[in-house]
């Protein structure tokens, strides 16, 4: 499948000091050694080379050369990294007398990725880990992505493959060895262990979809009334001016949406039309998108004009639950109203021209979106997919429990098994025979 070997720039595109092309595949070595002249590498050691055109002559580059023979490189083919000066023109005149070598192509995206994962160098996971870490945009989401690719929830889905494999090997046992003398009590030891398996994989799943949103960002609706300051608070966060700001009423007509870095945590934040009673037909798909906005989010912001108390929008104060901040700003041109307790949640007061009570704000929404996206000691689901295979693997797993007759049990194991893989990318069969064998000695 990999007969041919492929090449790109690992490095990013761009004048930069250094340029990175990388080769994989079984020509890697020989391309170096007739770009360099020289027939031998020490591996994973840096040669100076001095780059040339085998069919010119003419001087490419003088840079290095790291030789990654497989097994044991990042693919498990031969790898080859081509360090050379950044410049445009360098970059792509070796590029071209690559392009000329036979067997040599241009890699797809992800294909050396792809690669790695065909030769049994990381899962699924890990692949996808990669890619998260590459796009990170804070700290926060490299530690997850990390995490991932060193094989935290691949291996936690593994171990869960594993038992399942397991106990669907003596449960077959007794299904397909009946004369042999297996213990009386595997098929209720085999039952108790899925039982507990299933909760383990259903109390993963109750985690409130912080892998999710720390990967692709907590999003944070800034919702109110018309002139409650909600564009001033967005540009406040956005430490820059992002939303238009005018005591115009009605001057944001759409959702507008930024992306930030929330105490190291991803952010996706928007401002949203006032929430108020309107005719103006534009307005009104404004205020629509505004609610449908704020009832999509996952933490809210809902802002009043502090001069408004008592007589707060209707429409607003719907829409305060528990995933809401509820804040009560300028504060600097009326008194600092005694509110006390709205429905359920403490208000804060600040004001966004003068900066009074931001500070406290800012803390309060840091905390908030902490505990949406806090890691806590098992790894997190980071994707869609996960969720849906392990709910589909729980639902084979109720149907075994509910089913007597074994032949059919047996198959919900199998499907359990088989969610589990589409996660990691590993399936085998074989390792059923395996525990077969191996714990029971059939046929000794």
């Given amino acids: 499948m990999f007969d041919q070997t492929i090449y790109a720039l690992a490095s990013g595109a761009g004048r930069c000091g250094v340029a990175v092309i990388r080769l994989s595949g079984p020509h890697a070595l020989t391309v170096l050694q007739q770009l360099s002249g020289k027939e031998t590498f020490k591996p994973r050691y840096a040669h100076r080379v001095l780059l040339t055109d085998p069919v010119s002559g003419d001087r490419l580059d003088d840079g290095l050369a790291l030789y990654f023979p497989g097994p044991n490189s990042f693919t498990g083919e031969d790898v080859v990294e081509l360090q050379v000066h950044g410049g445009r023109a360098v970059v792509q005149s070796v590029q071209e007398i690559l392009a000329g070598f036979d ?78 003398d297996l213990p009386e009590e595997v098929e209720a030891g085999v039952r108790a262990k899925v039982a507990t398996l299933q909760g383990e994989i259903e109390d993963h ?66 401002d949203t039309a006032g929430i108020r009673h309107s005719e103006d037909v534009i307005e009104v798909e404004g205020i629509r998108r505004a609610q449908s906005t704020a009832e999509q989010a996952d933490l809210k912001v809902i802002l009043f004009d502090s001069s408004d108390w008592p007589n707060l929008d209707e429409k607003a104060l719907s829409l305060i639950d528990e995933d809401s901040l509820v804040v009560f700003n300028k504060i600097d041109k009326a008194s600092k109203p ?10 804060l007061y600040m004001s966004a021209k003068s900066g009074e009570g931001l500070a406290d704000f800012f803390k309060a929404l840091e905390q908030e ?46 499907m359990a098994t088989r969610s589990l893989g589409r996660i990691t990318g590993r399936i085998d069969v074989e390792d059923v025979l395996d525990v077969v064998f191996s714990d029971f000695c059939i046929g000794k």
């Avoid at 000691?377 to 084979?396: M, N, Y």
């Fill in 205 to 270: 799943l109750k985690d409130g979809h912080r892998g999710e949103m720390l990967r692709d960002g907590v999003r944070l609706a800034i919702v109110g009334p018309p002139n409650a300051g909600k564009s001033s608070l967005l540009n406040h966060l956005a430490k820059r001016e992002v939303a238009i700001v005018s005591d115009i009423a009605g001057t944001t007509r759409d959702v507008i949406e930024s992306h930030l870095d929330i105490g190291g945590y991803p952010v996706v934040v928007s």
């Fill in 338 to 347: 005694d509110v006390g307790d709205l429905q359920g949640r403490t208000p």
């Fill in 103 to 180: 067997g040599l192509r241009l890699a797809e995206p992800g294909e050396f990725t792809r690669r790695a994962f065909e030769n049994d160098k990381m899962d699924l996971t890990a692949a996808e880990g990669l890619a998260d870490l590459i796009h990170a945009e804070t700290r926060a989401q490299a530690k997850q992505a990390l995490r991932q690719m060193d094989g935290a929830l691949g291996s936690l889905y593994n171990d869960w493959a594993d038992r399942i494999v397991r106990v669907l090997a003596h449960f077959e046992a007794v299904i397909d060895f009946p004369d042999e």
């Fill in 369 to 414: 979106v902490a505990e949406r996206c806090m890691m806590t000691g098992a790894p997190a689901l980071t994707r869609a997919r996960h969720r849906e295979a392990l709910e589909d693997c729980v639902q084979s797993l109720v149907r075994f429990a509910q089913i007597d007759l074994a032949e059919l049990a047996a198959e919900d194991l199998r």
